[in-house]
């Protein structure tokens, strides 16, 4: 496999390359190891030597700066934190079963996972360059790989506001699971905003501007933007639809696979739930009868409050179709929305639908 990852990966594109693992290679453990994590890229991976590798921090801050890796990681204290990354488009399949989205990968449900990364904070670094702390700031990142999508293509590029960049969960990192960041994942250097779409955690990182709008890079002002069930994505005005930050209460079932045949006797039900920015997972509720009764999972304790929970019920099964669904409530009192019929947008992103799966059981 390329990339070193694992032989079961679910491969939707060699170049750029862009895979998920299996659902139960990714229910295995609660860190994902470096082998297995998702990737999506929108471009060729850059291949940047660490000695050429600068990072150009400017804008709206006092004194520029312009670091390279050495300066980086022996100047600023180092920081460790658990963080799940979530594409927007993970669960994109589920779309296509109502209508089927043209010109976007079927992410099933393992656009997600998670690690323990290490690096300096970006407030350390934006403080260093003297950041103005203007209302309404955002910080933009831009990378160098360039991607096709955008027309003329465009160098990869995003932003986040100044107050979630000055938060001490955001990292520039260069360490993943205690080795270095591998160059799949956005190695030398890449940003991780944890409580925020996987869009945002922009690799390869090489410059940091604050500026007083978001940025006009084509991920940020035209991709990655949640559209009215009617729009067209090919003729959407720039900044149309809402543009997405926070992730999305969600939660999905894991094992066992949708369609599987088991034995009857005792099943363990597993999956992951994972709450927007700043909020957690109160409860996962599994439902063996389409939801006329409930009966609560057992969750895992929480690495950190920006890693998901990975989940797991203990049930009995009788012979014939089996249909389970999972939803997840957050420490708001808010759960998963029903449908994903009523989530429907065009470009796909975001299904946080209940998790359904359906199996028969044998005898
Ligand atoms: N430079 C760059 N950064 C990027 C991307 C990219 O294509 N180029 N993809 C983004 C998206 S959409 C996601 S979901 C995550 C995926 O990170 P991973 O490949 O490490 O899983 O990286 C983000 N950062
Ligand atoms: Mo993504």
Redesign the pocket.
């Known amino acids: 496999m390329p990339w070193g990852k694992r032989d079961d990966m679910v491969v939707h594109e060699v170049s750029?390359y862009n895979a998920e693992p299996s659902q139960s290679g990714l229910a295995t453990s609660d860190i994902t190891p470096i082998d297995t994590?998702?990737?999506?890229?929108?471009?060729a991976v850059p291949d940047i030597a660490i000695e050429d590798w600068r990072l150009e921090v400017d804008g709206l801050v006092e004194s520029p700066l312009s670091l390279t890796f050495d300066e980086l990681t022996s100047q600023f204290e180092r920081s460790t934190v658990v963080a799940t990354?979530?594409?927007?488009?993970n669960r994109r399949a589920g779309f296509n079963e109502i209508r089927h989205i043209e010109g976007e990968d079927p992410w099933g449900s393992c656009?997600t996972?998670t690690a323990e990364w290490q690096g300096a904070r970006l407030a350390d670094v934006l403080l260093a360059a003297g950041v103005r702390r203007d209302n309404g700031a955002h910080v933009a990142f831009l990378?160098?790989?360039v991607?096709e999508l955008a027309s003329p293509p465009q160098?990869?590029?995003?932003s986040i506001p100044l107050p979630k960049a000055l938060s001490c969960e955001v990292l520039l990192a260069w360490r993943m699971n205690g080795e270095p960041l591998p160059e799949?994942?956005?190695g030398p250097v890449?940003v991780v905003v944890p409580g925020f779409?996987?869009?945002?955690?922009?690799?390869?990182?090489t410059t940091i501007t604050v500026q007083i709008a978001p940025s006009d890079n084509y991920?940020q002002s035209t991709a990655?933007r949640l559209l009215p069930a009617d729009a067209d994505p090919e003729t959407a005005a720039q900044g149309a639809g809402l543009s997405l930050s926070s992730i999305a209460l969600n939660s999905d079932i894991l094992v066992p696979d949708d369609g599987a045949v088991i034995p009857a006797g005792p099943l363990t039900i597993r999956g992951y739930a994972l709450a927007g920015d700043d909020l957690g997972v109160a409860r996962v509720d599994v439902s063996l009868d389409d939801g006329v009764t409930w009966r609560q999972a057992c969750l895992q304790p929480q690495r950190s409050p920006w890693a998901w929970q990975l989940w797991s019920l203990g049930v009995e099964v009788p012979r014939g179709e089996l249909r389970i669904t999972a939803r997840a409530w957050d420490s708001t009192g808010a759960l998963q929305p029903e449908s994903a019929a009523a989530l429907w947008n065009p470009k796909g992103y975001v299904n946080n639908s209940w998790a359904r799966v359906t199996l028969n059981v044998c005898g």
């Open positions: 750029p994590f998702y990737s999506r890229n929108h471009g990354l979530q594409c927007a488009g656009a996972s990378a160098p790989d991607s160098p990869y590029g995003s799949l994942h956005g890449r779409i996987g869009a945002r955690s922009v690799k390869w990182i991920f990655y």
